[in-house]
C-alpha cells in the first residue's frame, strides 16, 4: 500500500520547546494523517493507485486530489526539514552555494525569515534548487515546488495550524525558533548533493 502515513522522524516531544509535542500531535496525528487518508480514498481503484503521494503531486491537475496529494508529501517534507539537533551552519558544498547565491548563511537566514514572516494567508516557504542555483520559493496553500518541476530542500510550514498553539498569532516567533534551532541543514545538504 503506497498510501500509508509515514512515521514522524523522531518523537512528538523532541523539537520541544520550539515547536510542543501537542503542536504535533495535532499537526501529524490529526492534519497530516487527515490529507493521507483522503488521499488513499480518492485515488482507491483511479489510475493513481500505486503512486506515491509527492508523483501524484507532480502530475494531478488542480483539485482536490492534487490539494492532498501535495500537502501529504509537504508535511512528510516538513517534518525531515527539521531535526531535535537543528539549527547552527550549513556546511560542505551547500554552504558554498548559500554563500554563492544569498552572500552568507546569514543572508539566507534573513531571507527565508522575511519570506516566511511576510507569506500572506495559508502556505509554505522553500529553499529549492532551480537548475544549478538555490533560491527562495512560496507556494500558496497546497501547492508544492514539485508541481513546478524544482528541488525542494527545506521547507517551513506557514499555515497557522504549525504554530498557533505555541504562538497563537506570534509567527515571527515560530520562524525565528524554525530558522534557529530546527532546521536540518545536514538533510538539506544531502538533498542539494543528489
Ligand atoms: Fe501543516
Given at each position: ?14 523539537l520541544a520547546?520550539h515547536i510542543s509535542?501537542?503542536t504535533l ?138 504554530y498557533?498553539?505555541d ?10 525558533a524554525?530558522?534557529?534551532?530546527l ?12
Open positions: 500500500m503506497t498510501i500509508a502515513l509515514p512515521p514522524l522522524p523522531y518523537p512528538e516531544h523532541a520547546p509535542a501537542r500531535s495535532f499537526h501529524y496525528g490529526r492534519h497530516h494523517a487527515g490529507y493521507v487518508a483522503r488521499l488513499a480514498k480518492l485515488t482507491a481503484g483511479t489510475d493513481y493507485e500505486g503512486l506515491t503521494p509527492g508523483e501524484i503531486a507532480a502530475s494531478a491537475p488542480p483539485g482536490t486530489l492534487f490539494d492532498n496529494a501535495a500537502q501529504a508529501w509537504n508535511h512528510d517534507f516538513y517534518w525531515h526539514s527539521m531535526s531535535p539537533d537543528g539549527g547552527g551552519d550549513p556546511g560542505g558544498a551547500l554552504a558554498t552555494a548559500l554563500d554563492r547565491d544569498f552572500g552568507s548563511a546569514d543572508a539566507f537566514r534573513a531571507e527565508l525569515t522575511a519570506a516566511a514572516c511576510s507569506k500572506f494567508g495559508s502556505g509554505w516557504v522553500w529553499l529549492v534548487k532551480d537548475g544549478s542555483g538555490l533560491r527562495i520559493d512560496s507556494t500558496d496553500n497546497a501547492d508544492t515546488p514539485l508541481a513546478h518541476g524544482l528541488t525542494p530542500l527545506l521547507t517551513i510550514d506557514v499555515w497557522e495550524h504549525a498557533y498553539l504562538y497563537q498569532n506570534d509567527r515571527a516567533a515560530y520562524v525565528d524554525f530558522v534557529e534551532h532546521i536540518d541543514w545536514e538533510a538539506a545538504a544531502g538533498r542539494f548533493a543528489d
